[in-house]
């Protein structure tokens, strides 16, 4: 008789080290003092950082670059110097919940087309793991790649063992599997992923014209924590 193996299985087995981190309990009250939460400080999620962008980070920014398909080196803030554009952080390019997020930005593309707004997304890793994910997601927007992944230290976006495996996105996994999508293992242990643990997590921007123009951006919180398509339409779009 065959072997069964759900896709729950596959990706608590997979994806999970048995650890406190892995369960997120609501929070309690002690008994004896009423004092007690879970989960603790150290490993609540972080709060969801909602608002303008700093000054500073606008000139770091600038210092930033990141690949096109073609390993030409751009400086992240020319993506959009000239134009509006709806910028993606991706987790990394074998990440499941990220084809999921490519593709209901790109269900909108030709909302952002008649408004003149570029959609663009970037992720940690190489320019062949970024000509991967086109290929196999075919993205119809621009895909650059950020080996360094420089930008998103920048942006300050969060990163950790605790932002990843939460039961939100595991339910989320679950439910991308079910409509066929599909995480690309290979691609998820190469180096550019594995030496930062697979950890980070990205998010959202509505940027230009000019360098220094960012009206929205929005910043995960934990892995899967896409934002409502009709706030990004509002911001890049209305």
Same mark, same amino acid.
């Given at each position: 008789?065959?072997?069964?193996?759900?896709?729950? #299985?596959?990706?608590?087995?997979?994806? #999970?080290?048995?650890?406190?981190?892995?369960?997120?309990?609501?929070?309690?009250?002690?008994?004896? !003092?009423?004092? #007690?939460?879970?989960?603790?400080?150290?490993?609540?999620?972080?709060?969801?950082?909602?608002?303008?962008?700093?000054?500073?980070?606008?000139?770091?920014?600038?210092?930033?670059?990141?690949?096109?398909?073609?390993?030409?080196?751009?400086?992240?803030?020319?993506?959009?110097?000239?134009? *509006?554009?709806?910028?993606?952080?991706?987790? #990394?390019?074998?990440?499941?919940?990220?084809?999921?997020?490519?593709?209901?930005?790109?269900?909108?593309? !030709?909302?952002?087309?008649?408004?003149?707004?570029?959609?663009?997304?970037?992720?940690?890793?190489?320019?062949?793991?970024? &000509?991967?994910?086109?290929?196999?997601?075919?993205?119809?927007?621009?895909?650059?790649?950020?080996?360094?992944?420089?930008?998103?230290?920048?942006?300050?976006?969060?990163?950790?063992?605790?932002?990843?495996?939460?039961? *939100?996105?595991?339910?989320?996994?679950?439910?991308?599997?079910?409509?066929?999508?599909?995480?690309?293992?290979?691609?998820?242990?190469?180096?550019?992923?594995?030496?930062?643990?697979?950890?980070?997590?990205?998010?959202?921007?509505?940027?230009?014209?000019? *360098?220094?123009?960012?009206?929205?951006?929005? &910043?995960?919180?934990?892995?899967?924590? !896409?934002?409502?398509?009709?706030?990004?339409? &509002?911001?890049?779009?209305?």
């Amino acid at each position: 008789m065959g072997t069964t193996i759900s896709v729950c #299985h596959v990706y608590f087995s997979i994806n #999970h080290q048995p650890s406190i981190s892995n369960t997120v309990k609501p929070k309690t009250k002690s008994r004896f !003092d009423g004092t #007690h939460r879970w989960p603790p400080p150290s490993l609540a999620l972080p709060e969801r950082v909602e608002s303008e962008v700093s000054e500073d980070t606008v000139d770091l920014l600038d210092t930033v670059k990141v690949f096109d398909l073609n390993g030409n080196g751009i400086p992240i803030s020319d993506l959009w110097k000239d134009r *509006k554009a709806v910028v993606a952080f991706a987790r #990394h390019f074998g990440c499941v919940l990220c084809r999921k997020r490519a593709d209901y930005l790109a269900s909108k593309k !030709d909302v952002m087309d008649k408004s003149g707004v570029a959609l663009v997304l970037i992720g940690p890793g190489s320019v062949d793991q970024a &000509k991967t994910f086109v290929e196999q997601t075919k993205f119809k927007g621009e895909v650059y790649a950020d080996p360094n992944q420089s930008s998103y230290e920048a942006l300050r976006f969060v990163s950790g063992i605790t932002t990843t495996f939460t039961p *939100k996105a595991g339910l989320k996994i679950i439910q991308l599997y079910m409509e066929g999508y599909r995480q690309d293992w290979k691609l998820s242990f190469e180096e550019n992923t594995v030496k930062k643990g697979g950890w980070q997590q990205g998010g959202i921007l509505v940027a230009g014209p000019g *360098k220094r123009n960012i009206s929205y951006i929005f &910043k995960d919180k934990e892995a899967g924590d !896409d934002p409502e398509i009709e706030d990004i339409l &509002k911001a890049c779009c209305s």
